[in-house]
């Protein structure tokens, strides 16, 4: 709805006196006939007199100056008359037509500043300062008594005659007077175009702050009143419609900018000789009416039937989720030339018009069959490339889990238990740990080209389109530097850790150690002592009949008495530093045999030793006259 008090610049509610003087005031900035009829003003000068007449419930009266014998006025002068004409139309005209223009002149002068120029220099011209003073000069100029004839006489005639025969003097030149009227001329042209200047300035001045603002303003209304027009024409004929009509801001997405309904307009001032150029606001005409057909097109664009069925259609032939589907729509518009795929764009009146006005306009649309006929052999090679990239992505899942099979048998609980956490800390699985062990889905750029490189119907088909799609490739390397990764870790944690002398840290699968003790007494045992080195740890395993039968943790520097029963025992001695209660060890009937030193590892045994109520002494470090030399083993035999 139009709010006609911001048209008279005036607050809803304004009383009518301030409607009155508001008019009074704005009808005369904005006369069509002082601003050289210019289209802009008579549009507004029309807007104004609809806000006065809606406001008011009466006909805008004719302005006071008009009152008198307005029919007078236009006999000789129109609204387009200008100083120059007016001052044109006076030379040209005979003395009683003169009269009948500055009379004319005279009556109206009041308000027309044009009209009162006209005057002073028509009254300079004739040399009379109003219009009694004209008229008395042209009543004696048409009087023949009131000039100083001459009657012939008989005294002039004999002069005549005697000057026939005398001879002839030239009259001397007045200089002074010519010249003196090329002055009086140059100071009148001064004058008249200061004069002019000035005026011209007033116009310029009034313009920029009175009539300017009150466009622009206007502008603004019309503006909203334009869309909510056809905004209302829009919701009425298609009511199925919810969220489109609306002002985005911006034009992404093909969504209107009300903002570019108002327009840079350019217009003149101009005065005699003197001019000066403008640019305001002004409302494009066909902006909200394009932008109506705009959103026409574009809800036909999603609602077609035709487009529908094509989009059902092509979902069920190659089994597509409808984001699949849109995903290589998406993929083929990507190409400039395809933007407007799978539609054609029908060229009418409407449309070449509001291409101008609208920069992202949607034009009237058909499906193109040619397009669509395309678009089917691309989906159909995106489906096989598509059907490949799985088949290698499961392929390196499998062998991904093969490998990492493979490192868990001999992978500590630790380890474990920091890969799976590394691989989510919610959901510990390999499928997320292949993902994030750098070995995410890849995209990997494919090319399709169209089969038909010709043109059908003078319709480009598809042509190029680049697309992707994600690969899962697999590297056993990187599987293994991050398992290696993680036992660094674990074991730069651990370098400092150690256990207490005597104890059993695989008690869990062995059992307690044997011990020899009354009853029986020590009479009946055997007795195995070591003393370890000061540089490392070592955990000392017995065994018997080639099981261990017993094994304890000493402390570098350490003793440890193994108190035995009698038969053939084995020793062995395994060395290093930094205990990690998870290191994996080796499998046995029990189980994972896990706990191990993580630097420093080495594995020795003694010969087999029968022993009966006997014992026998290990010194773990370099003796003078020594005779325990000690072989390697591994943790297989020892374990």
Same mark, same amino acid.
């Given at each position: 709805?139009?709010?006609?008090?911001? !048209?008279?610049?005036?607050?809803?509610?304004?009383?009518?006196?301030?409607?009155?003087?508001?008019?009074?005031?704005?009808?005369?900035?904005?006369?069509?006939?002082?601003?050289?009829?210019?289209?802009?003003?008579?549009?507004? *000068?029309?807007?104004?007199?609809?806000?006065?007449?809606?406001?008011?419930?009466?006909?805008?009266?004719?302005?006071?100056?008009?009152?008198?014998?307005?029919?007078?006025?236009?006999?000789? *002068?129109?609204?387009?008359?200008?100083?120059?004409?007016?001052?044109?139309?006076?030379?040209?005209?005979?003395?009683?037509?003169?009269?009948? /223009?500055?009379?004319?002149?005279?009556?109206?002068?009041?308000?027309?500043?044009? #009209?009162?120029?006209?005057?002073?220099?028509? #009254?300079?011209?004739?040399?009379?300062?109003?219009?009694?003073?004209?008229?008395?000069?042209?009543?004696?100029?048409?009087?023949?008594?009131?000039?100083?004839?001459?009657?012939? &006489?008989?005294?002039?005639?004999?002069?005549? &005659?005697?000057?026939?025969?005398?001879?002839?003097?030239?009259?001397?030149?007045?200089?002074?007077?010519?010249?003196?009227?090329?002055?009086?001329?140059?100071?009148?042209?001064?004058?008249?175009?200061?004069?002019?200047?000035?005026?011209?300035?007033?116009?310029?001045?009034?313009?920029?702050?009175?009539?300017?603002?009150?466009?622009?303003?206007? !502008?603004?209304?019309?503006?909203?009143?334009?869309?909510?027009?056809?905004?209302?024409?829009?919701?009425?004929?298609?009511?199925?419609?919810?969220?489109?009509?609306?002002?985005?801001?911006?034009?992404?997405?093909?969504?209107?900018?009300?903002?570019?309904?108002?327009?840079?307009?350019?217009? !003149?001032?101009?005065?005699?000789?003197?001019?000066?150029?403008?640019?305001?606001?002004?409302?494009?005409?066909?902006? *909200?009416?394009?932008?109506?057909?705009?959103?026409?097109?574009? #809800?036909?664009?999603?609602?077609?039937?035709?487009?529908?069925?094509?989009?059902?259609?092509?979902?069920?032939?190659?089994?597509?989720?409808?984001?699949?589907?849109?995903?290589?729509?998406?993929?083929?518009?990507?190409?400039?030339?395809?933007?407007?795929?799978?539609?054609?764009?029908?060229?009418?009146?409407?449309?070449?018009?509001?291409?101008?006005?609208?920069?992202?306009?949607?034009?009237?649309?058909?499906?193109?069959?040619?397009?669509?006929?395309?678009?089917?052999?691309?989906?159909?090679?995106?489906?096989?490339?598509?059907?490949?990239?799985?088949?290698?992505?499961?392929?390196?899942? /499998?062998?991904?889990?093969?490998?990492?099979?493979?490192?868990?048998?001999?992978?500590?609980?630790?380890?474990?238990?920091?890969?799976?956490?590394?691989?989510?800390?919610?959901?510990?699985?390999?499928?997320?740990?292949?993902?994030?062990?750098?070995?995410?889905?890849?995209?990997?750029?494919?090319?399709?080209?169209?089969?038909?490189? #010709?043109?059908?119907?003078?319709?480009?088909?598809?042509?190029?389109?680049?697309?992707?799609?994600?690969?899962?490739?697999?590297?056993?390397?990187?599987?293994?530097?991050?398992?290696?990764?993680?036992?660094?870790?674990?074991?730069?944690?651990?370098?400092?850790?150690?256990?207490?002398?005597?104890?059993?840290?695989?008690?869990?699968?062995?059992?307690?150690?044997?011990?020899?003790?009354?009853?029986?007494?020590?009479?009946?045992?055997?007795?195995?002592?070591?003393?370890?080195?000061?540089?490392?740890?070592?955990?000392?395993?017995?065994?018997?009949?080639?099981?261990?039968?017993?094994?304890?943790?000493?402390?570098?520097?350490?003793?440890?008495?193994?108190?035995?029963?009698?038969?053939?025992?084995?020793?062995? *001695?395994?060395?290093?530093?930094?205990?990690?209660?998870?290191?994996?060890?080796?499998?046995? !009937?029990?189980?994972? /045999?896990?706990?191990?030193?993580?630097?420093?590892?080495?594995?020795?045994?003694?010969?087999?030793?029968?022993?009966?109520?006997?014992?026998?002494?290990?010194?773990?470090?370099?003796?003078?006259?020594?005779?325990?030399?000690?072989?390697?083993?591994?943790?297989?035999?020892?374990?």
């Amino acid at each position: 709805m139009i709010n006609y008090y911001k !048209i008279l610049g005036l607050e809803n509610g304004a009383s009518l006196s301030d409607i009155e003087a508001s008019y009074n005031k704005l009808s005369k900035e904005l006369d069509p006939a002082n601003n050289d009829n210019l289209e802009f003003f008579v549009e507004e *000068f029309a807007l104004l007199q609809e806000a006065y007449k809606a406001l008011t419930g009466k006909e805008p009266e004719e302005q006071k100056e008009a009152d008198i014998n307005t029919s007078d006025i236009s006999d000789v *002068f129109d609204d387009s008359d200008t100083l120059v004409s007016i001052l044109k139309i006076f030379k040209q005209s005979k003395d009683p037509k003169k009269a009948e /223009i500055i009379e004319s002149l005279e009556a109206f002068k009041s308000g027309n500043l044009i #009209y009162q120029q006209a005057l002073e220099l028509l #009254y300079k011209k004739e040399g009379v300062s109003s219009i009694k003073s004209y008229m008395d000069k042209q009543s004696i100029s048409k009087d023949p008594s009131s000039q100083n004839a001459v009657e012939p &006489s008989e005294t002039n005639i004999d002069n005549a &005659s005697k000057n026939i025969n005398s001879p002839l003097k030239q009259p001397q030149k007045d200089h002074k007077k010519p010249r003196n009227k090329i002055y009086v001329f140059i100071l009148l042209l001064l004058v008249g175009l200061g004069t002019s200047y000035l005026f011209f300035l007033n116009k310029v001045a009034d313009f920029e702050s009175l009539i300017l603002p009150t466009i622009e303003r206007n !502008i603004l209304v019309n503006k909203d009143a334009e869309k909510n027009k056809w905004e209302s024409k829009f919701r009425k004929d298609y009511p199925r419609l919810k969220s489109y009509y609306i002002d985005a801001k911006s034009n992404e997405d093909e969504k209107l900018n009300f903002d570019d309904a108002i327009v840079k307009t350019d217009t !003149i001032i101009s005065f005699l000789f003197f001019s000066k150029k403008f640019s305001f606001k002004s409302l494009d005409s066909d902006y *909200f009416e394009c932008a109506y057909y705009h959103e026409i097109n574009r #809800y036909n664009k999603k609602y077609n039937k035709e487009f529908i069925s094509w989009f059902k259609k092509t979902r069920r032939k190659y089994k597509l989720k409808e984001s699949k589907l849109n995903e290589l729509i998406r993929f083929v518009k990507n190409n400039p030339l395809n933007a407007s795929f799978p539609f054609n764009n029908i060229e009418n009146d409407v449309d070449t018009n509001c291409v101008k006005c609208i920069s992202n306009y949607i034009s009237s649309i058909e499906l193109n069959q040619d397009a669509i006929t395309d678009f089917d052999n691309f989906v159909k090679s995106y489906l096989k490339e598509d059907q490949l990239a799985r088949t290698f992505s499961a392929q390196s899942f /499998i062998n991904f889990m093969d490998d990492l099979e493979k490192l868990e048998d001999n992978m500590s609980k630790s380890t474990k238990k920091a890969l799976n956490k590394k691989a989510s800390k919610s959901k510990p699985n390999a499928i997320t740990l292949f993902e994030i062990d750098g070995n995410s889905p890849k995209k990997y750029p494919f090319l399709y080209k169209s089969k038909s490189q #010709y043109k059908f119907n003078d319709l480009e088909v598809l042509g190029e389109i680049n697309y992707s799609i994600n690969k899962q490739h697999y590297k056993k390397s990187v599987l293994e530097k991050l398992v290696d990764d993680l036992k660094k870790q674990i074991d730069e944690s651990y370098k400092t850790n150690s256990l207490y002398t005597g104890a059993q840290p695989y008690s869990y699968c062995y059992g307690k150690n044997p011990y020899c003790s009354i009853p029986d007494g020590y009479a009946e045992c055997s007795f195995i002592d070591v003393q370890a080195s000061s540089n490392s740890d070592v955990i000392v395993i017995i065994k018997k009949n080639n099981k261990v039968y017993s094994h304890a943790y000493i402390k570098a520097g350490g003793y440890y008495k193994f108190k035995l029963g009698n038969g053939m025992f084995q020793t062995f *001695f395994y060395y290093g530093k930094g205990w990690n209660p998870d290191k994996y060890m080796k499998k046995s !009937i029990c189980g994972d /045999i896990t706990g191990g030193f993580v630097s420093n590892e080495s594995l020795d045994k003694s010969d087999p030793n029968y022993l009966n109520h006997s014992s026998i002494s290990y010194t773990l470090y370099a003796v003078e006259n020594g005779n325990f030399n000690a072989k390697p083993s591994n943790k297989n035999e020892a374990f």
